[in-house]
């Protein structure tokens, strides 16, 4: 008892504590002590990898919810102070006590997700630490802000009533530290997926944040916090519909009521630009190399997107099913309505089996006769993005056209202009549909290129002008509008609170699979080309397995959403302490349970019985059939591929030097991380045709001493936009050998060129591991070893005599010595 | 007489069943099954939502099922027996179904298959030679007419529209290069790489890959099957998925 005792009197020296144990944890002894010598360990039966998605998963929906709901609670208490109503501020107060309450089990997950990360995987924390560690000290001081912003926003809410400016001020500030905290391990995050080189001789600070400011960091950012939003909004709809149920009187109906419509509708309004942002996203990924794009969109995961628009399409009917209901009870006027919510179902459902078609359908092979293949002549024209597009254009302008009803309904507009306006409205949303289909068909007629530039961004924003159009002229034409009904709260059917529920777990669902499909386009790396994945984890799982650890993150989130906020619900203990501690609060629960307090409470009226279990017996139900459905895709598990060693004996013509070296510039070399051939404009040069131009000495120079080089030819082509820049080839991380350089080599002058490499050159020059004997022969002088680590050493003259090659009479070195002495 | 909300709901539920069933085929390929089933569960779906959204709809539909399947004191000896019967189905269906799944079955079991898979890193590589020759254009896609009638019309056919000869001999039936949603969504460099490995050289995850088409780099030279290629997109008018703008 003393403990908790102390907890509630000192949570601050509490709250140090933990912090103290956080900034123990990155400290480099770890690192040091772990990282030489073991890459990976495991653990029995659930295994490292599950172990760790698991944790990483829950602690970032968690952060998740504590980093979203600030954003709009802080926008309800404006609404609350602007309009003088003091619902708001209450409303503003509970969704507060919420994220209190998550507070510290997002820190304590986290402190086990990096605990777990330490242990199991040693070598790519120390990697990553090497890079990323100064960002790490700058982690924890924007958590103490944070931690320092929440105490003091949501301790001081009543004392403060008085001075909503300074409480204002610490709500601002918890939501900018939020911002910034969820940026930073965003840039560790998308740096894995989409790493820049980083150079030996950038100092920490300068590599930290040239790692971060990494190519999808900004189009993560944007997308986790409109995600944030949703998650927040769609949890706390559900924390209101569980407490509906379990309301005992009227006025709690009434107040949960609101709060549920209030969380669906923040929800909604942050699903609405959603897919915007994962469009982004998408199009950032394919800037940054096409190849994680094809792996996302086109193999093994392409049906996980089919998965992903299970989820989507259920969240949109939902939330359109619970705002119906919401026009149903709640207004006046219901009955005249029934005909346009059939309409918006009728819409929502055609669009998303649109959504759900796939291209090639599932089908036996007399089924297949029948089709005459496995596209279908009429349904194989929705398999495609042009159709996908268009209908999630749909879904929204539908849920947009949902809300405004709800809006309008029992108003009796009174401007002048009202009438114009609705006429306005309704030929604006029409003509918008009507461009949106078109536009949908004409994709079809036209190259892909012109489709997912012009037409898709033409789509968004016939979609975009209409909401930014249509919303404030409703709301103006409202501002003075005749109400000739109340709303009337609290006398909604359980089944819409259900709806609720469903909702926030499909959005945890579509939150696991977002966060898988990321982590899975990375595929066999830690870090996309750089540090590859050697454990035994190093594949990609098949959807059956992903989807049931989507199912299994869920349930473990809702259990712990559920444990936190019944037990700091439960003990409406006025105190700082016990709300912010997760252990406490249940230790407290459980000594409430036998007190005599508790009795007295027990004998009081008696709300509905086995809420709890109900809804878990719903929500259950529904993990199951997603389970079930993600079963019911192709089951394919992805293998790295296989590793090959240089094999002399297979190569007998340039051809071949040729084939290798390509495999080795897009695979081991990394050089395709940065460099285009043909298509697309990397963030360097883009080597399409170099082989003309370039000598084969040049070529070999640029690869082993960049810096000497790099801007010799391309001066005007150099990278702008992130700081990385040509790394040294032949040396760590990436290492070729003089062989693996050669083929290279070859590689690059057959884009345009005459290969000049023989094949006999490679028995001569030293290879990966041991070399020949011949090559031993050839230069009995000089250990393999030697040759490659020293070279830096090496006069471009002594390099070119091991080529074999003569010095003299080439251009480009001549410039280059004297460009090396001349600094 | 008004029809109970049961029986609307049922009508509609069962009329978009024969609509695609029946009606769907006469002016276009049946559905497969799957496709079916997803599409029935969803008007099934959404049906009960619909119905469930006002309070009179509520009653009206779920009420008279629950007093059907609770019974009455009132009911009368149709109503007790139908509800009998109903109680009797549903076992039978059950055991029905059952007995359809483990029934032996010569049908091949269903080619659950990765359509596009994703291609090694070096296949983004793959850089068509003849790209930019605009000059020698209509001689290359001549060469690669040649190509295709000597090698490919067998399957994909004279029209390219996947109906060669030995199409209907073929499980995973040859490519419509006609078709809009084909090789005009595909970049040259993914064709030139499906055509380089046929069904039998394609990784892991593409598995189990029933396709018969032969690999053809071991066929035919790399020319050959960059010509072959300009010669697909030539022909059917489609243009290669490109990634600029500029790149037109």
């Known amino acids: ?823 | 007489m008004k029809m109970p909300l049961v029986a609307k709901a049922s009508a509609c539920v069962f009329g978009f069943f024969l609509f695609l069933k029946l009606g769907l085929p006469l002016f276009t390929s049946p559905l497969p099954y799957s496709v079916l089933a997803m599409y029935m569960i969803l008007v099934l779906i959404s049906t009960l939502l619909y119905v469930s959204i006002f309070e009179d709809d509520y009653s009206n539909f779920y009420l008279p099922i629950v007093k059907f399947l609770r019974g009455d004191e009132g009911d009368n000896a149709v109503r007790k027996m139908s509800r009998i019967a109903v109680f009797v189905m549903i076992p039978l269906f059950m055991g029905f179904r059952t007995y359809k799944s483990v029934q032996p079955n010569f049908e091949p079991p269903f080619p659950q298959r990765v359509i596009h898979p994703a291609p090694p890193g070096s296949a983004a590589g793959f850089v068509n030679p003849y790209g930019g020759d605009e000059a020698n254009h209509e001689k290359y896609v001549q060469e690669g007419r040649k190509v295709y009638y000597e090698n490919c019309v067998f399957c994909h056919g004279d029209k390219l529209d996947g109906k060669g000869f030995f199409a209907n001999a073929l499980n995973v039936k040859p490519a419509n290069f006609a078709d809009p949603t084909t090789i005009s969504m595909l970049q040259e460099s993914f064709v030139f790489w499906r055509v380089k490995t046929g069904g039998i050289g394609l990784p892991e995850e593409a598995t189990p890959w029933d396709s018969a088409m032969p690999r053809w780099e071991l066929i035919l030279s790399e020319e050959e099957r960059w010509k072959a290629v300009m010669f697909l997109y030539d022909y059917t008018g489609w243009k290669p998925r490109t990634w600029e703008l500029d790149a037109e």
């Open chain 1, 1 to 823: 008892m003393s403990l908790i005792k102390s907890i509630k009197k000192q949570p601050l020296m509490w709250a140090v504590f933990l912090l103290m144990a956080l900034f123990a944890l990155p400290s480099p002894s770890v690192f040091a002590e772990t990282g030489s010598s073991v890459s990976y360990r495991d653990i029995g039966g659930i295994g490292s990898r599950n172990l760790i998605w698991i944790l990483s998963q829950i602690h970032i929906l968690f952060g998740a919810f504590v980093l979203g709901v600030p954003i709009f609670v802080i926008i309800v208490e404006v609404i609350g102070i602007t309009t003088g109503d003091k619902r708001y501020d209450r409303l503003a107060k509970e969704f507060t006590d919420l994220i209190v309450a998550c507070f510290a089990t997002t820190a304590t997950l986290g402190i086990l997700f990096l605990f777990a990360l330490l242990v199991f995987y040693p070598e790519l924390m120390s990697v990553m630490a090497g890079i990323f560690k100064p960002a790490y000290y700058v982690y924890l001081a924007l958590f103490l802000g944070e931690t320092a912003s929440i105490y003091f926003y949501w301790s001081r809410w009543e004392k403060w009533q008085n001075r909503k400016g300074l409480h204002l001020f610490w709500g601002m500030a918890l939501n900018i530290f939020g911002f910034v905290i969820m940026c930073l391990p965003s840039g560790f995050l998308s740096f894995q997926a989409s790493p820049v080189v980083l150079n030996p001789d950038l100092g920490p600070w300068e590599r930290a944040w040239t790692a971060i400011n990494n190519p999808t960091w900004w189009p993560v950012n944007i997308h986790r916090i409109v995600g944030n939003i949703v998650l927040g909004g769609f949890v706390c709809g559900a924390y209101a519909g569980v407490a509906y149920l379990g309301a005992k009187t009227q006025e709690e109906r009434e107040h949960y009521d609101w709060m549920g419509y209030t969380g669906n509708f923040i929800g909604v309004f942050g699903l609405l630009p959603m897919p915007f942002a994962g469009y982004w996203l998408m199009r950032e990924v394919y800037e940054y190399n096409q190849q994680m794009g094809i792996t996302l969109m086109g193999g093994i995961l392409s049906w996980l997107f089919i998965l992903q628009a299970v989820l989507i399409g259920v969240l949109f009917v939902g939330s359109n099913y619970y705002f119906w209901q919401g026009i149903a009870y709640r207004t006046h006027s219901a009955p005249k309505y029934k005909t346009p919510i059939l309409i918006m179902l009728v819409v929502l459902v055609g669009s998303f089996s649109v959504w759900l078609t796939p291209h090639s359908l599932v089908a036996s092979v007399s089924e297949a006769r029948a089709m005459g293949g496995s596209h279908h002549p009429l349904l194989g024209v929705f398999g495609v993005m042009s159709a996908k597009l268009t209908v999630v254009n749909l879904m929204i302008i539908t849920t947009f056209i949902c809300f405004i009803l709800y809006w309008r309904a029992d108003k009796v507009i009174t401007v002048k202009w009202g009438k114009a306006a609705n006429i306005f409205t309704f030929v604006l949303i029409t003509a918008a549909v009507i461009v949106i289909i078109w536009l949908g068909v004409y994709g079809y007629f036209v190259p892909s290129v012109y489709r997912v530039n012009v037409l898709s961004v033409a789509q968004v924003l016939a979609v975009i002008f209409v909401l930014a159009t249509i919303t404030p002229l409703t709301a103006l034409s409202l501002k003075s509008a005749k109400l000739t009904h109340e709303m009337k709260w609290g006398i909604m059917p359980k089944r819409s609170q259900y709806a609720l529920v469903i909702n926030a777990v499909f959005v945890v669902l579509t939150m696991s699979l977002m966060g898988y499909a990321r982590s899975a386009s990375r595929v066999h790396w830690h870090i996309y080309g750089v540090l590859e994945d050697t454990s035994s984890y190093g594949y990609t799982p098949t959807l059956g397995v992903a989807s049931f650890l989507f199912v299994v993150n869920t349930v473990i989130f809702f259990v712990l959403v559920g444990i936190v906020f019944w037990t700091s619900h439960t003990i409406r203990h006025n105190r700082f302490s016990t709300r912010y501690f997760f252990l406490p609060s249940v230790f407290m629960y459980l000594v409430d349970r036998f007190s005599e307090h508790r009795k007295e409470v027990a004998k009081g009226e008696t709300g509905p019985r086995f809420v709890i279990l109900k809804v878990a017996a719903v929500v259950g139900v529904f993990l199951f059939a997603y389970s079930y459905v993600g079963y019911q895709v192709p089951q394919k598990v992805g293998l790295p591929p296989e590793k090959k060693e240089l094999d002399l004996t297979k190569i007998k013509t340039s051809d071949d030097m040729v084939q290798i070296g390509q495999e080795i510039f897009y695979s081991k070399g990394q050089c395709a991380l940065c460099h285009s051939i043909g298509a697309g404009h990397g963030r360097c040069p883009n080597l399409a045709g170099v082989g003309a131009r370039l000598t084969r000495e040049f070529i070999y120079e640029t690869l082993t001493e960049p810096e000497a080089y790099i801007k010799l030819d391309f001066h005007t082509a150099m990278p702008v936009e992130y700081s990385a820049q040509m790394p040294v080839i032949s040396k760590p991380p990436i290492g070729l050998s003089e062989q693996e350089l050669l083929t290279v080599i070859a590689f690059v002058q057959s884009n345009g060129g005459k290969v000049t490499v023989r094949p006999e050159e490679l028995s001569q020059v030293p290879g990966n591991s041991e070399s020949t004997p011949e090559a031993l022969d050839v230069m009995p002088q000089l250990e393999p070893a030697e040759l490659i680590e020293d070279e830096s050493d090496e006069t471009p003259e002594e390099r070119a005599m091991i080529q074999g090659e003569s010095f003299e009479g080439d251009r480009h070195i001549r410039m280059a010595t004297k460009r090396v002495s001349d600094r």
